[in-house]
C-alpha cells in the first residue's frame, strides 16, 4: 500500500465515513476539546461541510487544476 493506491483506499475510506456519518445524521459531542460517547444530531453547517468535504474528494482533478 504505497504510492498512490495508498492514498485512493484513504480518500476512498474518508467518503466512505462521510457518507454513513450523513446517513446517521449524528456528530460525537465534544466537550472541551474532548470527544465523548455521546451523539448529537447534526447541525446544518455540519451537513454543508460533510456534503462540500464528499464534493471535494469526489472532483479532485478539478480541485487540483484550479491551484
Known sequence: MNG???IKMRRES???L???QLKRG???EKI???TTDKF???TDADIARINRE???INNLKKKNNVA
Request: a positive charge; aromatic letters at 0%.
Open 4 to 6: 498512490t493506491t495508498g
Open 14 to 16: 474518508a467518503k466512505r
Open 18 to 20: 462521510l457518507e454513513e
Open 26 to 28: 449524528t456528530k460525537r
Open 32 to 34: 472541551n476539546g474532548r
Open 40 to 42: 448529537i444530531p447534526l
Open 54 to 56: 464528499i464534493d471535494a
